[in-house]
């Protein structure tokens, strides 16, 4: 196979960022927002991060962790807090971030497509000891001065966004349907 030239990557990442609407899936395989908390993202206290700048997605360990949207992945790598993490850009200058895998199923430069596995549930760094989860967010590269508020650490809300209203439009809950 073809090494991608760095002149397509740059284009590959140029485009990205003019994509748009964004639309979102779940990043776990068979998960819906039963499984995880809508009030987690800026939840306080949160350990050494002070606010929780994510969502975690609970699921059994080894479940596939999927790409949320079209994009690249920029990074991968053993961080201290996140442990196993990946790092992707997505449409709008946004970039996803996954944390505690398990393992990998993709590598830094790849093009995905939504859906595309990029790892696995795990429990790495500090979640060790704690049930399996995929911490989630997601990271504007464009800060949105509007969103600052008065929160703790309020001002990095122009950078985080709140995953779960751009989640809920697609993670309908099927067992509610068959009601
Ligand atoms: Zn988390």
């Not at 929780?52 to 807090?81: C, N």
């Not at 709140?162 to 809950?173: F, K, Q, R, S």
Request: hydrophobic share 35%.
């Amino acid at each position: 196979m073809k090494r991608p030239r760095p002149r397509h990557l740059l284009l590959a990442i140029l485009l990205l960022g003019l994509l748009a609407p964004q639309w979102l899936r779940v990043p776990v395989q068979g998960a819906s927002n039963r499984d995880w908390h809508p009030q987690s993202f800026w939840y306080e206290p949160w350990g050494r991060s002070g606010t929780h700048k994510g969502i975690d997605i609970f699921a059994r360990q080894g479940t596939p962790v999927l790409a949320p949207s079209y994009g690249i992945v920029v990074f991968r790598g053993e961080l201290d807090m996140g442990g196993k993490v990946l790092l992707m850009l997505g449409p709008k200058w946004r970039l996803h971030y996954f944390a505690h895998l398990d393992s990998y199923s993709a590598r830094p430069g790849q093009p995905v497509l939504p859906g595309a596995p990029l790892g696995t549930v795990g429990s790495t760094g500090n979640a060790q000891g704690k049930p399996p989860h995929l911490h989630y967010s997601i990271v504007t590269l464009l800060p949105y001065p509007w969103r600052w508020d008065t929160s703790t650490q309020g001002w990095k809300k122009m950078l985080y966004l709140d995953p779960t209203p751009m989640l809920n439009e697609v993670a309908v809950d099927s067992r509610k349907t068959n009601q």
